[in-house]
Structure formats: C-alpha cells, structure tokens
Antibody, heavy 117, light 106 residues
Framework: QVTLKESGPGILQPSQTLSLTCTFSGFSLSTYGMGVGWIRQPSGKGLEWLANIWWDDDKYYNPSLKNRLTISKDTSNNQAFLKITNVDTADTATYYC?????????WGQGVMVTVSS | EIVLTQSPTTMAASPGEKVTLTCLASSSVNYMYWYQQKSSASPKLLIYYTSSLASGVPDRFSGSGSGTSYSLTISSMEAEDAAIYYCLQLTSTPYTFGAGTKLELK
C-alpha cells in the first residue's frame, strides 16, 4: 500500500525559507526508475510542478522559480524534502508530493502553507 | 515550456450525457495524463500514457489523442464525475499542467 504525507511549518514570514518533508511508505526511492515530485496549488487555482528527484539522485527543477528550490532525499528513512528560499505571499499554496514511476500515480493529501507578515 | 490549453473552461452535463474534454499542447508531446480533483482533495490519476485507465477508475472514462491534441471522454456522465479535470505533460521539463476544466452536473 503506497502512502505519502507532506509536512511543513503551516505559516511563515516573507523572506524566510520554507522546508517541506514528504514521508512515504509502500515503495523505495532506491528502486530503479522511481522518483518523487513536488507540486503546489494556490487556493482556487491550478497545479504547478516544482521539482523532481530520482532514485539515482538526479534532480529536475522548474526554472520559473529560478534558484530558490532545493530537492533532496533520505532513502533510508523514506523521505523527500523541498526547500524554497526567500518566500513571499505568492508562495502561499497547498503543497503536494507525489510518487513518480514515469508519471505521478500516488499523491499525498497536501499541506497548506501560508506566507504572511 | 510546453503550454497546455484545456477546453472548455467550464461545462455542465446531465446524467447519462457523453462528455469530451480537450487538451491542446503548444508542442508535440509523447503522452498525455489526466487527473480528477474534487473539492479540496488531492488530484487522482485517471489516465496515463494517453489512453491507459488507472487502477480502480470506471471504464466510462477513456483517453485518446496524439501529437498536440488530446481528449478525455466520459461515456455517460454520473453525479460523482463532477470535478475539475487537469491534463499533464511529462515529455519535457518543466512538466506542465493545463489550467483545468470544471465539470458540473446539470
């Protein structure tokens, strides 16, 4: 049974760094071809892909967020992480992690993040 | 960046009605993926590799297309199908989603 669950700070202030954790079970990020991605969704708006990390530690980022993103993983503890630096109100959204064996099949429930002063 | 344009933006269908949603890509993609999102729930995979039905998805859902033009069809609308539908391309990064089609029950 595949499950993913996101966790984060809930609320943070502009210019701070957002740190998100995706804790998963039912698969391993050391399995050939496996990946985990991060996607976000502002309230009432569409989906935006942010980053992916793969079993071999290859990483893809959305260039629209320039150099603000860092994705990493802890294979031993079945976790993936995303950091977004210098946040502002436009980063307020629900953040999802999703398993990606070639496409996003299982998604977490999402974690709401609010950036506010 | 590949831009996906979904149409219509919003539509309403009666129970039993056939529904077709469209996703046009700004450049050719290898496959299209379709997701259903209800209320505040996380997106649910419906179709992968353009036309393969995800596990547990009713067979009234089907996908087709190639190149830059793709569609999702519901053969007979049911009340539980009211949701927002998104297409996704994974051919090139950045991976991109369409803006979504909101499907309502008439």
């Amino acid at each position: 049974q595949v499950t993913l669950k996101e966790s984060g700070p809930g609320i943070l202030q502009p210019s701070q760094t957002l740190s998100l954790t995706c804790t998963f079970s039912g698969f391993s990020l050391s399995t050939y071809g496996m990946g985990v991605g991060w996607i976000r969704q502002p309230s009432g708006k569409g989906l935006e892909w942010l980053a992916n990390i793969w079993w071999d530690d290859d990483k893809y980022y959305n260039p629209s967020l320039k150099n603000r993103l860092t994705i990493s993983k802890d294979t031993s503890n079945n976790q993936a992480f995303l950091k977004i630096t210098n946040v502002d109100t436009a980063d307020t959204a629900t953040y999802y992690c999703a398993r990606m064996p070639y496409y996003f099949d299982y998604w977490g429930q999402g974690v709401m993040v609010t950036v506010s002063s | 960046e590949i831009v996906l344009t979904q149409s219509p933006t919003t539509m309403a269908a009666s129970p039993g009605e056939k529904v077709t949603l469209t996703c046009l890509a700004s450049s050719s993609v290898n496959y299209m993926y379709w997701y259903q999102q209800k209320s505040s729930a996380s997106p649910k995979l419906l179709i992968y590799y353009t036309s393969s039905l995800a596990s547990g998805v009713p067979d009234r859902f089907s996908g087709s297309g190639s190149g830059t033009s793709y569609s999702l069809t519901i053969s007979s609308m049911e009340a539980e199908d009211a949701a927002i539908y998104y297409c996704l391309q994974l051919t090139s990064t950045p991976y991109t989603f369409g803006a979504g089609t909101k499907l309502e029950l008439k």
